[in-house]
T-cell receptor, first 114, second 113 residues
């Protein structure tokens, strides 16, 4: 069966420090991968999605970047964190087989930038 | 582009009472509609989805939703709420092609005794 791993679960970082959040999927090949951010009162905001290795689409201009070095690995990064980067970050995957298919979510990373 | 509105930020219901969470979407054609639930500090879990056919969709945990094209709505319902249903609920809309879902801002459900 397929599983998604996301870590760390919580992270406290000072402003200006770098960030690296990792997400891996097991049990499937060539998934679509997504990074969402959930800020208080703002719902789920799609940050990046990827339909294949090295293919990254950015939905919102921001202080963050994403990379997909391997088929089932998706990394969210920042060189210098801002206070506004605080939030709950969710990784998700789907099979990429067609419109509106089911998303499978990781358990999230709560990032606090102080 | 598609969009989703969940008009209610927070709803409180008594255990055993019925529940309806509202969702309105904007999309030019027949959308693909979803409801996800998020327990505190966790990821999201799919409750149900609508692609085509019967406009009343049954999901897990006793939830159902009805697609009403004339009202551009996809409201989530449950006849009798349990305390374990307290969570945040997200409506989402998808479109043809390999494009990501668009989520609403969510409705937080509180259940009181």
């Amino acid at each position: 069966s397929q599983t998604i791993h996301q870590w760390p679960a919580t992270l406290v970082q000072p402003v200006g420090s770098p960030l690296s959040l990792e997400c891996t999927v097991e049990g499937t090949s060539n998934p679509n991968l997504y990074w969402y951010r959930q800020a208080a009162g703002r719902g789920l905001q799609l940050l990046f999605y990827s339909v294949g290795i090295g293919q990254i689409s950015s939905e919102v201009p921001q202080n963050l970047s994403a990379s997909r070095p391997q088929d089932r690995q998706f990394i969210l990064s920042s060189k210098k964190l801002l206070l506004s980067d605080s939030g709950f970050y969710l990784c998700a995957w789907s099979l990429g087989q067609g419109p509106g298919e089911k998303l499978f979510f990781g358990s999230g990373t709560q990032l606090s930038v102080l | 582009a598609q969009s989703v509105t969940q008009p209610d930020i927070h709803i409180t219901v008594s255990e055993g009472a019925s529940l309806e969470l509202r969702c309105n979407y904007s999309y030019g054609a027949t959308p693909y509609l979803f409801w996800y639930v998020q327990s505190p500090g966790q990821g999201l879990q799919l409750l149900l989805k609508y692609f085509s056919g019967d406009t009343l969709v049954q999901g897990i945990k006793g939830f159902e939703a009805e697609f009403k094209r004339s009202q551009s709505s996809f409201n989530l319902r449950k006849p009798s709420v349990h305390w374990s249903d307290a969570a945040e609920y997200f409506c989402a809309v998808g479109a043809p092609g390999n494009t990501p879902l668009v989520f609403g801002k969510g409705t937080r459900l509180s259940v009181i005794a």
